[in-house]
């Protein structure tokens, strides 16, 4: 079998182009177009290089957004003041602030994460988030699950009643997710298993899964022989990889074995990654949207 490749990038396309004429919507009602400050801390290429892509993506549907920039020196203090000066509008009025992550090690990241107000928080790593979440109402869902579940429901693989398998539980990926997909309704309903670190016979869990989802960061973790024949494959993971022509960026999944088993699988890059940007905007759109009484 050789899978269907699940473009995320194609999707996120249309996702923006639906965005722009909501955006424009926003902007004439309120005055001004949806603003997002990202915060970028320290020197990371990765990290610059995602935070341009957001800022990119965000001009392309007329959100205006500003990365604001801190040494990778700062400490928690410094960043915590840094964000709540932001929410306070110190520098312009503003509807989301995202904070890039990892930040230094010296750093709290929970501290400076919980600096970002929960009506500003469109990441949705806010616990007033993850427990509207939690509690099957959601406001912000976090980029990456949102997007993850998007992608499902878009190629309409079905969730409901069926098994998904989540690797890897972090409050940003694998836990949102596994809340979502077990959620009732569309792209729900799914019977969920979450595995980690200290789960024992992870291919055993893998191979029961109609949907399998890695978030990990493991390059080549799920190998062919970890995956139903016919089941839908999320690949996650980023990660670069040094070769004989350079580096490039690979997923969790050994995608060139995975592919001849799966059904239905997800590249990298070009899969989760544009999607999680597009939902950021998204969720940026309807912070601004909140904030003026549409929605
Ligand atoms: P994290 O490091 O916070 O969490 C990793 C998780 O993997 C942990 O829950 C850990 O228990 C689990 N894990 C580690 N080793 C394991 C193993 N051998 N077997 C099973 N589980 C194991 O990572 P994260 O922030 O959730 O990110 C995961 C990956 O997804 C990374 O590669 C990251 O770059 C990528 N990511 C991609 C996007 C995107 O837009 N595509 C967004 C966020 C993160």
């Known amino acids: 079998m050789t899978a269907t490749l699940l473009d995320g990038k194609a999707l996120a396309a249309t996702i923006e182009a639906s965005l722009r004429d ?29 935070v341009t892509a957001k800022a990119r993506a965000a001009a392309r549907v007329g959100i205006d957004a500003e990365v604001v920039r801190a040494p990778g ?32 090690r010296q750093v709290d990241t929970t501290a400076v994460l919980d600096a970002v107000p929960a009506d500003l928080d469109v990441d949705g790593f806010h616990p007033e988030n993850a427990g509207l979440l939690s509690q099957g109402r ?3 869902i976090p980029c990456t699950a949102a997007g993850v579940q998007r992608l499902l429901v878009d190629a309409g693989i079905p969730t409901a009643g069926r098994r998904a398998v989540i690797v890897g539980r972090s409050d940003i990926v694998g836990k949102p997710l596994a809340l979502l997909l077990a959620s009732r309704g569309r792209g729900g309903d799914a019977t969920v298993t979450l595995c980690h670190s200290h789960t024992q016979d992870l291919a055993e869990h893998c191979r029961s899964a109609d949907i399998l989802v890695a978030a ?23 990660n670069r990889v040094e070769g004989s022509e350079g580096s490039r960026l690979v997923g969790d999944v ?18 989760v990654g ?12 309807l912070a601004a949207e909140l904030r003026i009484g549409r929605r």
């Open 22 to 50: 909501e955006v424009d919507a926003v902007t004439t009602a309120s005055g001004r177009p949806p603003r997002l400050v990202v915060v970028l801390v320290g020197d990371v290429a990765a990290s610059a290089s995602y």
């Open 73 to 104: 020196s700062a400490d928690t203090a410094a960043l915590v003041g840094l964000v709540r000066g932001i929410a306070r509008g110190d520098q312009g009025a503003v509807d989301g602030i995202l904070v890039q992550l990892p930040l230094p």
């Open 138 to 140: 959601p406001r912000f």
């Open 216 to 238: 990990v960061g493991q390059p080549g973790l799920i190998t062919a022989d970890m995956v139903r024949p016919g089941a839908t494959v999320i690949d996650v993971g980023i």
């Open 254 to 271: 050994d995608f060139a074995a995975v592919s001849a088993v799966a059904g239905a699988i997800t590249p990298v890059p070009g899969g």
């Open 274 to 285: 544009p999607l999680t940007v597009a939902m950021l905007l998204a969720n940026t759109l």
